[in-house]
């Protein structure tokens, strides 16, 4: 199966800071291919990555970088592809910067950004999800249990803490 979702990354010490983002989109069954490449160290293979993305297939590109994080920016100029920033806490400013980076994109260079660090790449599957989910009913079903299961679980913590408040 050929993968719907490009996702880079700005430095191979993102890896783990993504992990949310790979065990969601494989939860779901979304195939993805991952590379580490640099807006500033590598520019030509992440403008190559994205340009070339589109003929590939592929449907969106989750774009995540901490620092000075211009990689979402960088994949947007060279694609019309939806992309999803994830701005990263890899630098001494908390994320603060990678996010101010990520979101304040030009006019015509959309960027979607998420929150910062883990919360932020779990998200970006889950927002990669809903996207596909546009054309493929299935993944839009499994999105719908994905609701239901956090639901019962918010319940289940509620009767939980009612049983512990009123013995």
């Known amino acids: 199966m ?5 996702l880079i990354m700005g430095s191979d010490s993102d890896v783990e800071r993504m992990r949310p983002c790979f065990e969601q989109l494989d939860g779901l069954g979304i195939v993805y291919e991952a590379h580490v490449c640099s ?6 293979f992440a403008a190559q990555l994205a340009g ?11 774009a995540a970088a901490g620092m000075a994080a211009h990689l ?3 994949a947007a100029a060279q694609s019309t592809l939806p992309i999803i920033g994830v701005p990263l806490d890899a630098g001494g400013l908390g994320g603060l910067d990678a996010l101010l980076s990520t979101v304040q994109m030009p006019p015509g260079v959309p960027v979607a ?21 546009l054309s493929d009913e299935g993944l839009a079903a ?13 319940a289940s913590k509620d009767a939980e803490l009612s049983k512990q408040l009123n013995r």
């Open 2 to 6: 050929e993968p719907s979702v490009l």
């Open 39 to 44: 807006a500033h160290r590598s520019p030509a």
């Open 52 to 62: 070339e993305a589109r003929g590939r297939g592929i449907k969106l590109i989750i």
């Open 72 to 74: 979402a920016g960088a």
């Open 113 to 133: 950004t998420m929150a910062i660090g883990k919360a932020g790449a779990h998200n970006a599957a889950l927002f990669a999800a809903q996207i596909l989910s």
């Open 142 to 154: 499994k999105l719908e249990q994905l609701k239901a299961e956090q639901a019962l679980s918010v």
